[in-house]
Nanobody, 115 residues
Framework: QVQLVESGGGLVQPGGSLRLSCAAS????????VGWYRQAPGKQRELVAA???????NYADSVKGRFTISRDFRKNTVYLQMNSLKPEDTAVYYC?????????WGQGTLVTVSS
């Protein structure tokens, strides 16, 4: 079964950039639809960006033009490039791999956007 480990979170100033990684083991990540979600304190978890097994992508309106989801087949990893970060992007970011038969979450990585 696939296991996911996120990394790349941290503290960044408004307007800055971060790249999050979602590294998979136990299975080939490109076989799954992968989504990046985030959950801010006191708020529900929301979908930020997703890439299907076929390579199609979609984004939440709040991040369009600022965030980019991509994957590296060789590294079995999905990335979330986040540019022009805003304080409202502060949250724990999770990746999720899903298929017809299962749904697996990573442990999350904290992103804090603050001056």
């Amino acid at each position: 079964q696939v296991q996911l480990v996120e990394s790349g979170g941290g503290l960044v100033q408004p307007g800055g950039s971060l790249r999050l990684s979602c590294a998979a083991s136990g299975s080939i990540l490109s076989m799954y639809d992968v989504g990046w979600y985030r959950q801010a304190p006191g708020k529900q978890r929301e979908l930020v960006a997703a890439i299907t097994s076929g390579g199609s992508t979609n984004y939440a309106d709040s991040v369009k033009g600022r965030f980019t989801i991509s994957r590296d087949f060789r590294k079995n990893t999905v990335y979330l490039q986040m540019n022009s970060l805003k304080p409202e992007d502060t949250a724990v970011y999770y990746c999720k791999a899903s298929s017809r038969y299962l749904e697996v979450w990573g442990q999350g990585t904290l992103v804090t956007v603050s001056s």
